[in-house]
């Protein structure tokens, strides 16, 4: 008689145990989220973001050098105030140059800041200081 509630327990521990294994899978497995579907960029302006911008805005239109630079800033800074630059960069190039870019170097620009959220922002939007949602 003792035994059976031991096996009842044991029964039981197996039965969750077995029913959480698939969601322990798909926890290892899942794609990562974004922190935060929009970074506002109007919250992050400060000492990093300003000297960031400085260091970047001497690239441009160079969005590749642009965006190594950034990508290797990331450890010291964070990915929400390197993107944030970036954003802001392309942002600005492609209002106030736009005109007068060729096709590739507004591309160049786009594919920067879509280079960089896709590998270091999850696919986050960055909202610039303009308000708006690149």
Not at 68 to 82: E, F, K, W
């Amino acid at each position: 008689m003792i035994g059976r509630p031991i096996k009842v327990v044991a029964l039981a521990a197996a039965i969750v145990a077995a029913s959480l294994a698939p969601l322990a899978l798909d926890a290892c497995h899942a794609t990562p989220r974004p922190i935060a579907d929009i970074i506002d960029c109007t919250k992050l302006e400060g000492p990093a973001f300003t000297a960031e911008l400085a260091k970047l805005s001497a690239l441009v239109p160079d969005w590749t050098a642009i965006y190594q630079t950034a990508i290797a800033d990331v450890a010291g800074i964070g990915y929400r105030v390197a993107g944030c630059v970036i954003a802001d960069l392309a942002q600005q190039y492609l209002t106030t140059k736009g005109a007068t870019a060729t096709i590739e170097e507004t591309w160049s620009a786009h594919d920067a800041l879509e280079h960089f959220r896709a590998t270091q922002a999850h696919g986050a939007t960055f909202r610039t200081a303009n308000g708006m949602d690149l």
